[in-house]
């Protein structure tokens, strides 16, 4: 079988290709470090199976970052058949820069010229046989978000790929020229495979270079010590750079041809950026956006309807279809003869009315499937109240689940999440932190998993273990169902979208705040410069997002079937038998988790929510919810908690909430953290989680549970917690000011 390697600059639609011949749904988040390592999948609509290999995105192949070390080993070492080299059209010169490179490497070469359709937007064409006979491979125009001509891009490599090529070199017209003719004809002579790419390399002093020929390197300097440019003087990579760069500008600046008169004022991206890139105003309308999703995804009451106006919906039985049957405690059990119901409060969002029809629609699943079983029996008891209702609570809430990530998946989509990693870097770097690991941590709104994977972009120890420490903080897909569950629950003006909202506001704020406190303990560190380049803003495909969606819900079915079935059954067992469990079954309060959620009951007992009779069931909720974050929502669903039967107050709510959302995350996160991050690094991390969930839901009980009582007891007490605050940032200004006096 042969295998084709797509090879490019960041953000030049590898991964848009990729997904498009292979017909995966791997991630595309429109900025650069998405794909951290080589991906694999299949292209079967030729004579022969294709496997594709999608590179991460590099600027040179040049060992100076993990992404750039992971290509060049791959081209270098697992020898592909052909190498596809996505470039960019709207930006071609540059995205030239590394064909240059890969042009020295011995393996059969094409390019595809990707994104053609938005330079004839901007009234040019781009000359593709000048480009062929220039560059010496075939050039195919793509468009790989429409799925334009990928086949017939296909096909061309195949041809390539059935024939021989030898590296060729722009360096021309150069004294270094023959250096670099002397070093290729030496690793000739050695057998050295690509010899002309490791020559150049090496006349660059590469450090891998270095490494493995050291008999060579005394070639190169002593050609040094005669050598020197009126520029760069002798540092032989820059002038190869600008030797380079020189080439592609000569050559190939005039292949661009205009087809009609360009507008010589601002695109249309520009336009919005202006806005949406403000220095002032880009996070808060970032904030709003976010805040709008959030409200129709989690409102019961449609843009305040109800509230301002007093709208509600007043019909007969039939619209109760249409507004969900399971749209608990708003329909009157009078309807059910087809008579006038009273009003709904307000206008569900679409995400509440979706959830509030998933809701009716799995629970009468689960009722004709229980009327054909017989009652009374244990294994009844297991697949009826046990799996099947864990499951279908969760199961309720992935409509709104799916619904927040297609929102997320637009704005991705279009473009706009790469400009809040390019307004949150000027935030950031105050704290520590570059818009490089912001990328991760905006990756965890999906999965921590591949968000800490995505930390292997960050050359520095120091930022890579911050953020992973960071990253759950961003809360994840499997915890939106806990948030939802608890958003019917929250009382009085709390409404359910700003509960949630609040929530990840809350996530981001305490992320910044541990930024801070770790810094301020922490060496002096410079924060590495972040460069990215803004994609331009375009209509999300809907191809695109249903794979996304897809993608989403592929993976929950693959933990409902395993880990979370697993989990239910294990708690339904401990919940219906005592530790005599041959004895039979027993009441709840009697069995093995009882005994298990009152002793640890004693340790969440201060936070609120760990209180009452019920506060153990809280207790071991949260402890299942290190297996699965889903488990959380299963497991109280099993214990009786569901929506109607929490008793809890608001302040309990939100800090069970935000314990939930700070500590320790899945298992399968743990693990990832561990394998990412320092020795060190990683215990601080497992102790920070643990420490910060069980203070800042401390905090949150006690503030809420001050107002609750009394608004001016809960003023006193965030005052207190003010001056302690500003008391500890006086004392590490002050221990900074004298470290730095000391030095």
């Known amino acids: 079988m042969k ?11 590898k991964t848009t290709l990729f997904n498009s011949l292979t017909g995966a749904t791997a991630h595309v988040g429109n900025w650069p470090g998405v794909t951290v390592d080589k991906r694999e999948g299949k292209y079967k609509k030729l004579k022969e199976v294709i496997n594709i290999v999608d590179l991460p995105g590099i600027y040179s192949l040049s060992p100076y970052t993990p992404e750039e070390v992971v290509s060049r080993n791959y081209v270098l070492d697992e020898k592909p058949d052909c190498i596809i080299n996505v470039v960019d059209a709207t930006n071609l010169e540059r995205n030239l820069y590394l064909t240059t490179q890969l042009l020295e490497i011995d393996v059969p070469m094409v390019i595809a010229l990707n994104m053609m359709d938005e330079v004839k937007k901007k009234g040019q064409n781009i000359n593709v046989k000048e480009l062929e006979r220039k560059l010496g491979v075939p050039v195919v125009e793509i468009s790989a978000l429409k799925g334009e001509k990928i086949d017939d891009l296909m096909k061309v490599a195949l041809d390539a790929s059935n024939s021989s090529r030898k590296g060729t070199t722009v360096i021309e017209n150069s004294d270094l020229t023959h250096l670099i003719q002397d070093v290729t004809i030496a690793f000739t002579g050695m057998g050295v495979e690509n010899p002309l790419f490791h020559a150049v390399k090496l006349v660059e002093l590469d450090e891998i270079e270095v490494k493995n020929h050291e008999n060579l390197v005394p070639m190169v300097n002593d050609f040094k010590k005669t050598f020197k440019d009126d520029v760069f003087g002798n540092d032989f990579e820059a002038i190869i750079a600008d030797k380079r760069y020189a080439y592609i500008n000569k050559y190939f600046s005039n292949v661009v041809v205009k087809t009609k008169k360009e507008d010589g004022g601002l695109t249309k991206s520009d336009k919005i950026d202006k806005v949406l890139t403000n220095k002032w105003a880009g996070i808060p309308i970032f904030l709003l956006i976010m805040f709008v999703v959030f409200h129709f995804v989690f409102s019961k009451d449609l843009l305040g309807l109800n ?20 749209y608990q ?44 079983m017989p009652e009374g ?18 199961f309720s809430f992935i409509p709104q689940v799916l619904l ?26 105050k704290f520590g932190l570059s818009g490089k690991s912001f990328i991760p941590l905006l990756m965890g709104f999906g999965c921590s998993v591949p968000a800490m994977m995505g930390t292997k972009t960050l050359e520095d120890e120091r930022e890579r273990d911050l953020t992973i420490r960071l990253t759950p903080f961003f809360s994840c897909g499997a915890k939106a169902p806990i948030w939802a569950l608890l958003a019917t629950c929250v009382a009085g003006s709390f409404l359910g979208d700003v509960f949630v909202f609040s929530i990840y506001l809350l996530g981001i704020a305490i992320a910044i705040v541990s930024a801070l406190v770790i810094k301020a303990f922490s060496k002096h560190y410079e924060v590495p ?32 079937s395993t880990i979370i079935t697993a989990s239910i059954i294990l708690i339904w067992f401990l919940s219906n038998f005592g530790w005599a469990f041959w004895n039979g079954m027993v009441d709840i309060e009697k069995s093995m988790l009882a005994d298990i959620g009152k002793v640890l009951q004693y340790v969440f007992y201060p936070l609120g929510w760990a209180q009452g009779a019920d506060g153990w069931k809280y207790s071991v909720a949260s402890i299942t919810g290190l297996i699965a974050k889903e488990d959380v929502v299963a497991t109280m669903a099993n214990l009786g908690l569901i929506e109607g039967t929490i008793n809890l107050s608001n302040a309990a709510i939100y800090s069970f909430a935000a314990y939930n959302l700070f500590t320790l995350p899945c298992f ?76």
């Open 404 to 429: 927040l990530f297609l929102f997320i998946s637009i704005l991705e989509d279009s473009g706009y999440m790469a400009r809040v990693a390019f307004i949150m870097d000027r935030a950031f770097r």
């Open 668 to 743: 399968a996160a743990v693990a990832t953290a561990k394998s990412e991050s320092s020795k060190k690094g990683f215990r601080v991390t497992l102790a920070w989680w643990l420490l910060a969930s069980y203070v800042i839901s401390f905090i949150v009980y006690w503030v809420g549970h001050s107002f609750e009582l009394y608004w001016w007891l809960g003023l006193i007490v965030v005052l207190v917690l003010v001056g302690i605050c500003v008391g500890l940032g006086y004392y590490i200004v002050n221990r900074n000011k004298k470290a730095a006096v000391a030095a």
């Open 307 to 326: 509230a301002i106006f007093g709208l509600e919906i007043q019909s007969k039985g039939w619209i109760n279809f249409f507004t969900g049957m399971g």
């Open 377 to 394: 029996t244990w294994y009844t008891g297991l697949v009826c109240d046990g799996i099947l209702t864990g499951i279908d609570s969760i």
């Open 329 to 372: 405690g708003l329909v009157d059990e009078a309807t059910k003869a087809g008579e006038v119901f009273t009003g709904l409060a307000g206008i569900p969002s679409l995400g509440v009315f979706l959830q509030s029809w998933m809701g009716w629609l799995t629970g009468s699943i689960i009722d004709l499937f229980a009327s054909f």
């Open 529 to 560: 410069p972040f460069i990215m380049e803004l994609p331009a803003y375009h209509r999300p495909q809907v191809k695109n997002l249903l794979a996304h969606l897809w993608d989403k819900f592929k993976h929950f079915l693959y933990k409902a």
């Open 3 to 13: 295998r084709f390697a797509l090879a490019g600059n960041p953000n030049c639609g």
